[in-house]
């Protein structure tokens, strides 16, 4: 499910050149790993220090917990920086691209992730497309919004994708039935008898595997309902 990110992000390393991967809200570091298997070498960080444990004992990732804004590295260290879907947690979304900006060298890659406020499920379900995360996501950006923010910050923008196999389909899945989120029922803790649980998390992966085609032709159309960039700072 994460062979859209590896992807996106192995081929930004390729331009940027070998070098340090700092993957920013890196959770339990499963997408650090795959890339340490695949010989980079990385860093994950994290505000959650459980997440970090995980990162270390079951991906074998270092990982600091902390901000970007305050991360404990040199300028210039950074071949590739991504944030998958961090920067709609942030009150100052620019502090953190800024800090990108200076950690990464003059070759290097940002990759940034967020929800597209402007893909069709959210004009089709409105407040109840889970793009929306209220109160959890504090922004909602447009291509043209996070492009703008994006050249405030010192990059221009290389690569655009509309598509992610692990975010578009679940994503409309769960805004159809979020009571069958099988992520949700964890985090909420739902006490469910085996063969609940199991018809449950059936009707939801139905639910994806409908979706796929309709994510696809919105991702097609340039209006799927996440936007992921590859970015290099400005030059002069």
Same mark, same amino acid.
């Given at each position: 499910m994460l062979?859209?990110?590896l992807g996106f992000v192995t081929r930004a390393l390729r331009e940027a050149g070998e070098g340090l991967v700092l993957d920013v809200g890196c959770g339990g570091g /499963? %997408? /650090?790993?795959m890339l340490r298997e695949r010989g980079a070498s990385v860093l994950g960080?994290?505000?959650? !220090?459980?997440?970090?444990? !995980?990162?270390w004992r079951a991906q074998s990732v270092p990982s600091v917990c902390g901000t970007l804004v305050d991360a404990p590295l040199a300028p210039a260290s950074c071949a590739v920086v991504t944030m998958f879907h961090v920067l709609e947690?942030?009150?100052?979304?620019?502090?953190?691209?800024?800090?990108a900006r200076e950690l990464l060298r003059p070759e290097g890659r940002l990759i940034v992730q967020v929800p597209n406020a402007a893909c069709w499920q959210f004009l089709l379900l409105g407040e109840n497309?889970?793009?929306?995360? +209220?109160?959890?996501?504090?922004l909602n950006f447009r291509v043209q919004d996070l492009e703008n923010l994006l050249d405030y910050c010192g %990059?221009? +923008?290389l690569r655009r994708k509309f598509f992610s196999l692990r975010d578009n389909p679940a994503g409309f899945a769960t805004s159809l039935a979020p009571g069958l989120d099988p992520m949700a029922r964890r985090v909420r803790r739902v006490v469910e008898k085996p063969a609940v649980k199991l018809i449950k998390d059936l009707i939801y992966f139905g639910l994806v595997a409908i979706s796929l085609p309709f994510t696809l032709l919105e991702?097609?159309?340039?209006?799927?309902?996440?936007?992921?960039?590859?970015?290099?700072?400005k030059e002069g």
């Amino acid at each position: 499910m994460l062979r859209d990110h590896l992807g996106f992000v192995t081929r930004a390393l390729r331009e940027a050149g070998e070098g340090l991967v700092l993957d920013v809200g890196c959770g339990g570091g /499963l %997408f /650090l790993g795959m890339l340490r298997e695949r010989g980079a070498s990385v860093l994950g960080m994290d505000l959650s !220090v459980p997440a970090l444990r !995980v990162a270390w004992r079951a991906q074998s990732v270092p990982s600091v917990c902390g901000t970007l804004v305050d991360a404990p590295l040199a300028p210039a260290s950074c071949a590739v920086v991504t944030m998958f879907h961090v920067l709609e947690h942030l009150e100052e979304p620019a502090a953190y691209l800024m800090a990108a900006r200076e950690l990464l060298r003059p070759e290097g890659r940002l990759i940034v992730q967020v929800p597209n406020a402007a893909c069709w499920q959210f004009l089709l379900l409105g407040e109840n497309w889970s793009g929306l995360d +209220v109160p959890r996501h504090l922004l909602n950006f447009r291509v043209q919004d996070l492009e703008n923010l994006l050249d405030y910050c010192g %990059f221009e +923008v290389l690569r655009r994708k509309f598509f992610s196999l692990r975010d578009n389909p679940a994503g409309f899945a769960t805004s159809l039935a979020p009571g069958l989120d099988p992520m949700a029922r964890r985090v909420r803790r739902v006490v469910e008898k085996p063969a609940v649980k199991l018809i449950k998390d059936l009707i939801y992966f139905g639910l994806v595997a409908i979706s796929l085609p309709f994510t696809l032709l919105e991702a097609a159309c340039r209006a799927g309902s996440t936007i992921m960039i590859e970015a290099r700072k400005k030059e002069g």
